[in-house]
């Protein structure tokens, strides 16, 4: 048998190697052992083991083993499981090593789930005196063990909770008050509000209260030691599910938290999860908040300081590529937060604060300041919409000098507070605001020198159109139709020449708004623009432009159904032809990730529209990829909280507990949706035309 344990650990080895086939390698042998033997041959490594990085990768096999087979163990001999149980609270009781302990815990922690009944009742008694025995003792290491277990399993003690509550309080108070193992406080921290958030709020507030106290030293010290965030990211669920438990703290809570936010000797993360940690209180609880609102001007001033902390990148108005937005950063952060705090408390109780801290930001010569008073505008625009449209336009006439600041990142940041403003206040601010704000808009389309300026113009022109009345737009179609051509052309050439499309790509669908809001009366301009967008739409063939014909796709099929069939016939042939070379990609069927998949389902149904009934025609090479987009499935998987992840790829992930996280792949959902939407329109548009596909249809 020791013959067996060794060449099994030395197989652990290979899994772990950093070589690709040699670990292919090992996971095929790996595999192919039987899964009850590979069960007791983990254990095995965990109690034989010298080597503390084995053990802890022993004990995570074992835990994903037992989560994917449990069924496996479940069906062996009483006895059998009896005995694997014992001799892993014993391995993790004897256990030294830090990281190897928690990966053992962990695998306590998944056994101990399984064994839990439909009823809610624990199948396991030597697991719950094991706890209360660790919690009693003299070791830190073996009350941190305890705490990990009831953390990820704060339901552990099932419909018997009640008989133990007197005892569990003893044992989370008494760790919660160690007074020399800040270790155990933390994990007594993450404990105690694991186990509350399972209790109803008057519940934790009858039996808990006392715990607050030590609980909010506990985060305190955590926060100072910038050690361990889990304690308060723990904290900040236990505020998000039992905010009113927070109360007789609050004062303390709030008062550190002002102190951390506004200390730029902290780190960034954990400032920023200090505020995370304020504005759920304010989401979860305004009115407990209002009560309190001498917090609230100086929790919107730190928020604002936060807002200018940017970097001086030279060539950040240049740039064509641009990159998401990072969240981490300090300016990001304070301005989703100020957006939150504005739509938790209103208008009413954070407006005043906002009138003035920003004006003098609005006035200063550092640009940083004048960029964070613009952008508080834009954030808390939505959650102040009743308090600001009373004076809608002072807010805009203080705004619109910026439009010409000799900053290009605070003439952007003029056109976000403005675009936001068309979004959240129309259409009222077309109506009143038309003739101050589109002369300045316009004007900056002609910002060459920074595209990103530019390009954000025209996205703040496509806001103000989006929910424009026609009226109000029409007196300016002529000239603003003239303006679009000639930035059209300009960018056409400039991709010609330069490969540059930032600022292509948004005209285009700048253009795209205008002629879908103008609807017939863009005839006259119809021929200004369809010539160049057929030359990019048969052109833009490289990779880096998808998105780019993508988007005139869009335009294209918009402009088409704002003037109508008797204007489009003319080319709709040829942009037909067009549509089916670009969607099988030289003979190939376009990639299910390709950008312009989305846009072309989408221009198909408004051709559907435009033609009417000859459409009939096109369906056997447009109904293919649309019915593949309509059967999407999204992808799911678990995996551990220690695995990387890329969630750039489509994927998102909720935590589960500390061990695991649950993961969807979004990226296609959308598509699914449109195309649904599509097969709607095919049907409702061609009636009986429509007829061969409908059993095809019933059945995704």
Not at 280 to 293: L, N, W
Request: aromatic share 8%; charged share 25%.
């Amino acid at each position: 048998m020791a013959d067996v344990q060794d060449q099994f650990s030395a197989l652990l080895e290979t899994l772990a190697s950093p070589d690709n086939e040699s670990r292919n390698r090992g996971e095929e042998q790996y595999n192919a052992i039987p899964i009850d033997q590979r069960l007791n041959l983990l254990l095995g490594s965990i109690e034989t083991s010298s080597s503390t990085t084995l053990r802890a990768f022993a004990a995570i096999l074992l835990r994903r083993l037992l989560t994917n087979s449990w069924e496996v163990f479940a069906v062996s001999p009483i006895e059998t499981q009896n005995m694997f149980k014992l001799k892993l609270l014993e391995l993790l009781k004897r256990e030294t090593d830090e990281s190897a302990r928690k990966k053992l815990s962990d695998t306590v922690s998944e056994v101990a789930r399984n064994l839990q009944d439909g009823e809610g009742n624990m199948n396991w008694d030597e697991l719950l005196k094991f706890m209360f025995n660790c919690c009693n003792s003299g070791t830190a290491q073996h009350k941190e063990s305890a705490l990990s277990i009831l953390n990820s399993v704060p339901d552990i003690f099932g419909s018997a909770q009640q008989n133990y509550m007197g005892l569990i309080k003893e044992m989370l108070f008494a760790s919660l008050n160690d007074p020399d193992n800040p270790n155990v406080r933390f994990a007594a921290i993450r404990a105690t509000c694991a186990f509350l958030t399972g209790l109803e709020e008057d519940e934790a507030k009858r039996f808990f209260t006392d715990f607050l106290k030590p609980m909010l030293k506990g985060v305190e010290d955590c926060v100072v030691a910038e050690d361990d965030d889990g304690p308060l990211k723990s904290f900040v669920e236990l505020a998000e599910k039992l905010p009113k438990f927070l109360r007789p703290g609050l004062d303390q809570l709030m008062e550190f938290a002002l102190r951390v936010i506004a200390n730029t000797n902290f780190a960034d993360s954990w400032r920023q999860l200090v505020l995370e940690l304020v504005i759920t209180i304010c989401e979860a609880a305004p009115a407990m908040i209002r009560k309190k609102d001498k917090y609230i001007a100086p929790l919107v001033v730190q928020m604002l300081q936060m807002m200018t902390d940017l970097e001086d990148e030279e060539n950040w108005a240049m740039e064509d590529e641009v990159e998401d937005v990072d969240s981490d950063e300090n300016c990001v952060a304070a301005e989703a937060a100020l957006d939150r705090l504005a739509c938790a408390l209103g208008g009413k109780m954070v407006m005043p604060h906002i009138i003035q801290a920003v004006p003098p930001m609005l006035q200063s010569k550092e640009w940083k300041h004048r960029y964070a008073g613009l952008m508080a505008i834009s954030a808390s625009a939505e959650g102040c919409k009743k308090a600001m449209e009373a004076n809608l336009a002072g807010i805009v006439m203080a705004c619109l000098p910026y439009i010409t600041d000799e900053h290009p990142r605070v003439r952007f940041a003029c056109c976000n507070a403005l675009g936001q403003m068309a979004t959240d206040f129309s259409p009222l601010f077309q109506k009143k605001m038309h003739d101050k704000v589109l002369p300045g808009l316009i004007h900056l389309l002609d910002d060459d020198a920074h595209p990103r300026v530019q390009s954000h113009t025209a996205a703040a022109l496509v806001n103000f159109f989006e929910e424009c009345p026609q009226n109000v737009l029409l007196p300016y179609l002529p000239n603003l139709c003239q303006k679009m051509q000639a930035t059209l052309e300009k960018k056409t050439m400039e991709l010609v020449q330069t490969h540059r499309k930032l600022v292509l790509e948004q005209i285009i669908t700048t253009i795209a708004t205008i002629a879908d809001t103008a609807e017939n009366h863009f005839t006259p301009f119809y021929q200004n623009f369809m010539p160049n967008l057929k030359y990019i739409m048969e052109n833009a063939n490289d990779k880096e432009l998808r998105l780019l014909r993508g988007k005139t796709i869009e335009c294209i099929s918009l402009i088409g159904l704002a003037v109508g069939k008797e204007v489009f016939l003319s080319d709709a042939e040829q942009i037909m032809n067009m549509l089916l070379k670009a969607q099988t990609d030289d003979g190939e069927q376009l990639e299910a990730d390709d950008p312009q998949v989305s846009y072309m389902i989408s221009a198909w149904a408004r051709m559907c529209k435009i033609i009417g009934p000859q459409f009939t025609a096109y369906l056997p090479v447009v109904m293919p990829p649309l019915l593949r987009a309509a059967q999407i499935k999204p992808e799911v998987t678990l995996v551990d909280s220690d695995d990387q992840v890329d969630e750039d790829e489509g994927w998102e992930f909720v935590p589960l507990s500390d061990q695991q996280k649950f993961g969807v792949k979004t990226a296609g959902l959308e598509d699914k949706n449109t195309a649904c939407q599509m097969l709607v329109c095919y049907a409702r548009e061609l009636k009986e035309g429509f007829a061969g596909y409908t059993e095809q249809v019933v059945r995704i």
